[in-house]
């Protein structure tokens, strides 16, 4: 049981249920040669004490070269080597007390907003040390018709 979980008692796979062995070799990739890594979503994720245990659990299995857990996108890559079949890591996981599920890193699309985010950032700072450089040329010793034309500008600027 996960130790972030209290009562997180889990089912078993049902047969039907996602995780099979050939799901996990189709939504893997190749990385080098004989090396494929496997992206997996673990949303119960919640502290170092999980991460360790994960990582071990998960390193422990035959074929494994790593297992690596990211805690603030709750995801876990593992890179195992694709001479047989593919290691059981829901499984593993599910034994664990943890829930997990393939994640397909190409279908992502959290970069769409997160670019529109930078690009709003990098407007406004803009915009802002623009401002700040003028203030910081008008008030720093500049004579009384440039102090008074920029200030006119800015009420001027305030007032549209």
């Known amino acids: 049981m996960g130790c972030c979980g209290p009562g997180a008692e889990l089912a078993s796979l049902m047969p039907g249920e996602r995780g099979t062995g050939e799901e996990v070799l189709l939504a893997s990739r190749i990385v080098a040669d004989g090396l494929r890594q496997t992206d997996l979503s673990v949303p119960t994720v919640h502290c170092g004490a999980c991460i360790r245990t994960i990582e071990k659990a998960l390193g422990g299995l035959a074929g494994v070269e790593s297992a690596r857990v990211n805690l603030s996108t709750r995801r876990a890559t593992v890179r195992w080597r694709s001479d047989g079949a593919p290691p059981p890591v829901i499984e593993t996981l599910k034994r664990e007390g943890f829930v997990a599920h ?54 001027k600027g305030c007032a549209t």
């Open 102 to 155: 393939l994640f397909d890193v190409e279908s992502d699309d959290g970069h769409g907003e997160l670019s529109e985010l930078i690009r709003a950032l990098a407007v406004a700072g803009f915009a802002a040390s623009n401002i700040m450089l003028l203030s910081v040329s008008i008030w720093s010793g500049a004579d009384a018709e440039t102090r008074d034309a920029g200030a006119e500008a800015a009420v």
